[in-house]
């Protein structure tokens, strides 16, 4: 499948797309200049299903890996999580010419990253997403960090990897729950960025959903897709903020939820079809847009119902999100498939009745 480079002057890096890579991942860091101490950041199922394979291949390379195993789940992001790596990474005296990998989805690849950015003020970062939703998403563009009770990802930092390796072939030990979950940001970027794309998701969603070639093609659009987006707008000064579509109503639906009943991916695929419902209610898109992302969502075997909330505490629950802005809520809208627009709607005089026919 090749590879793609995200250009940042002097914090370009490749991310490189290769079916049994993991194989590859030592010869690719002894190419990049590393050496010697390595951690690995993983976590117990991820290092029983992929950790060998990793370990034999910098050995191979001269490295001297050492695996720093996390709790897995959404509730273990948090600062005391990174605490216990710091305390691994002392006591095996990583420096801060050690890099340090993240083995694994999106939880493990973003508080490593973080672990990174702030170990002796930064040490190189390398990402192996062994999840769909971290290959398309986090493990590209440098958003690190952990989540706090008060809100999801409110602590953390922009820190870009040294190289990023996809691996298809680790897909297949996924869950098929974990597959769906990860093609709702694959969706989204058909939503906010490619007709085309969307198009192809439509026409060739069976075959996705058994990890068929397209998957292939779809991945790798969506990493092209957020690499553009990235190169423009690295801190989510403007342009990059559409990739929050659908994350506004998303982040608030996991935290009400506790981070218990849905995945990420699935308060996504939710908050997009409500960020479309808006959308149309608005005026801004038309009933035919609005239902064909309904359609895709429901197609790829994603849930499309909010939990039953009641819209005064949804509308606290995104104030707290970190895409507020101001006294303003920041939403992402889309007009056409490919094509969307920011909207700010004062907390103070927020539609609930529009929002009321969307839950």
Same mark, same amino acid.
């Not at 989204?188 to 996705?208: C, P, T, V």
């Given at each position: 499948?090749? $590879?793609?480079?995200?250009?940042? #002057?002097?914090?370009?890096?490749?991310?490189? =797309?290769?079916?049994?890579?993991?194989?590859?991942? #030592?010869?690719?860091?002894?190419?990049?200049? =590393?050496?010697?101490?390595?951690?690995?950041?993983?976590?117990?199922?991820?290092?029983?299903?992929?950790?060998? @394979?990793?370990?034999?291949?910098?050995?191979?390379?001269?490295? %001297?890996?050492?695996?720093?195993?996390?709790?897995?789940?959404?509730?273990?992001?948090?600062?005391?999580?990174?605490?216990?790596?710091?305390?691994?990474?002392?006591?095996?005296?990583?420096?801060?010419?050690?890099?340090?990998?993240?083995?694994?989805?999106?939880?493990?690849?973003?508080?490593?990253?973080?672990?990174?950015?702030?170990?002796?003020?930064?040490?190189?970062?390398?990402?192996?997403?062994?999840?769909? %939703?971290?290959?398309? *998403?986090?493990?590209?563009?440098?958003?690190?960090?952990?989540?706090?009770?008060?809100?999801?990802?409110?602590?953390?930092?922009?820190?870009?990897?040294?190289?990023?390796?996809?691996?298809?072939?680790? %897909?297949?030990?996924?869950?098929?729950?974990?597959?769906?979950?990860?093609?709702?940001?694959?969706?989204?970027?058909?939503?906010?960025?490619? !007709?085309?794309?969307?198009?192809?998701?439509?026409?060739?969603?069976? *075959?996705?959903?058994?990890?068929?070639?397209?998957?292939?093609?779809?991945?790798?659009?969506? +990493?092209?897709?957020?690499?553009?987006?990235?190169?423009?707008?690295?801190?989510?000064?403007?342009? @990059?903020?559409?990739?929050? =579509? #659908?994350?506004?109503? #998303?982040?608030?639906?996991?935290?009400?939820? /506790?981070?218990?009943?849905?995945?990420?991916?699935?308060?996504? !695929?939710?908050?997009?079809?409500?960020?479309?419902?808006? $959308?149309?209610?608005?005026?801004? +898109? $038309?009933?035919?847009?609005?239902? @064909?992302?309904?359609?895709?969502?429901?197609? =790829?075997?994603?849930?499309?119902?909010?939990?039953?909330?009641?819209?005064?505490?949804?509308?606290?629950?995104?104030?707290?999100?970190?895409?507020?802005?101001?006294?303003?809520?920041?939403?992402?809208?889309?007009?056409?498939?490919? /094509?969307?627009?920011?909207?700010?709607?004062?907390? /103070?005089?927020?539609?609930? /009745?529009?929002?009321?026919?969307?839950?």
């Amino acid at each position: 499948m090749g $590879s793609i480079t995200v250009n940042l #002057g002097e914090r370009s890096y490749p991310i490189y =797309f290769l079916s049994g890579g993991l194989e590859d991942i #030592g010869n690719l860091m002894f190419k990049a200049g =590393f050496k010697d101490k390595v951690g690995i950041i993983t976590n117990p199922l991820v290092n029983g299903l992929h950790g060998a @394979r990793v370990i034999s291949s910098l050995k191979n390379n001269g490295f %001297l890996p050492t695996v720093i195993e996390i709790p897995d789940g959404e509730e273990y992001k948090n600062l005391e999580t990174v605490s216990n790596i710091y305390n691994n990474l002392i006591l095996n005296r990583m420096e801060r010419s050690s890099p340090i990998i993240a083995l694994g989805g999106g939880v493990v690849g973003d508080i490593a990253g973080f672990a990174a950015a702030t170990y002796l003020r930064g040490v190189p970062f390398v990402q192996i997403p062994t999840t769909l %939703l971290s290959q398309v *998403d986090s493990s590209v563009g440098g958003k690190t960090g952990v989540n706090h009770p008060k809100g999801k990802n409110l602590i953390g930092a922009f820190y870009q990897p040294r190289l990023v390796l996809i691996d298809s072939d680790v %897909l297949k030990t996924l869950a098929q729950r974990e597959i769906r979950t990860g093609l709702a940001e694959v969706i989204k970027y058909g939503i906010i960025k490619d !007709a085309n794309l969307f198009s192809f998701l439509e026409k060739n969603h069976q *075959d996705i959903l058994k990890l068929g070639s397209s998957v292939d093609y779809a991945i790798k659009r969506s +990493c092209e897709i957020k690499t553009e987006i990235v190169e423009k707008d690295e801190r989510e000064k403007g342009l @990059r903020a559409i990739l929050n =579509f #659908g994350h506004t109503f #998303g982040h608030a639906i996991e935290s009400l939820t /506790d981070y218990k009943e849905f995945k990420h991916g699935e308060a996504v !695929a939710i908050g997009m079809v409500m960020a479309a419902g808006l $959308s149309y209610k608005m005026g801004v +898109c $038309s009933h035919d847009t609005y239902q @064909r992302i309904k359609n895709i969502v429901e197609m =790829f075997g994603l849930p499309i119902t909010p939990p039953q909330i009641e819209p005064d505490r949804f509308i606290k629950a995104m104030e707290t999100d970190k895409k507020a802005a101001g006294a303003n809520l920041r939403f992402v809208l889309v007009k056409n498939i490919g /094509d969307v627009m920011f909207h700010e709607v004062g907390l /103070d005089g927020f539609p609930l /009745d529009l929002f009321r026919d969307i839950l």
